[in-house]
């Protein structure tokens, strides 16, 4: 025999006495037995040793395959995170500029607010010129012409008062920053409406 076929042969039997005293097999039951029992159990303990070999190799297979799934799992662990720190970051300027277009929609619905208490004085203003012409009208019935026309043309100075207050009132109110302030918010506003299909 060569040395490696000893070696071989060394090793068989080393496996084989360690498989023997897993399944409990006494050395003495086995030097008992007839040599046609020894023969018959080698053929079975190589069979055993096979299947045991078969197992080993499945269980490395299986340790192999458990590894790669654990490396596949955290390669996709970590392309999920970079995918959303990069969305995150993504996100950050998008959210300034939602809230500057929510602070000047808040200084435009102030600047409309203050407008429309505007609007409510005038229409105040003109209730009480409406009112007065019914008293005038009423006082013109009572009264001579020539008071009449004396009251005419005080209600009419009275009015253009009323009017220029008005218009001095209308020329204050700054148009062209509302209208910038209302295309600043659509400039913003459209890329979020694209963003989620609108």
Known sequence: MSKKNKKNSTADKKNTEKI???????????????????????????????????????????????????????????????????IGLCMIPLISKVSKLVDQAGEVIVEVDGLIDQVNDLVDEAQISVDNMEEITNDLADLDIENLFDEV??????????????????????????????????????????????
Do not use: H, W
């Not at 197992?55 to 995170?81: G, H, V």
């Not at 001095?168 to 963003?195: F, G």
């Open 20 to 86: 023997l005293d897993q399944a409990g097999i006494d050395e003495s039951v086995k030097s008992d037995e007839p040599q046609n029992a020894i023969s018959v159990d080698k053929v079975e303990l190589n069979e055993l040793l096979a299947v045991l070999k078969d197992i080993q190799e499945n269980e490395r297979k299986e340790m192999d395959y458990a590894q790669k799934q654990a490396r596949f799992s955290l390669i996709i662990s970590i392309c999920c995170l970079v995918f959303v720190l990069i």
């Open 153 to 198: 043309d005080s209600l009419v100075v009275s009015s253009e008062d009323s009017v220029t207050e008005a218009m001095d009132k209308i020329d204050q109110i700054d148009i062209e920053s509302l209208n910038n302030a209302i295309e600043d918010l659509e400039a913003v506003v459209e890329p979020m409406a694209k963003l989620f299909g609108r």
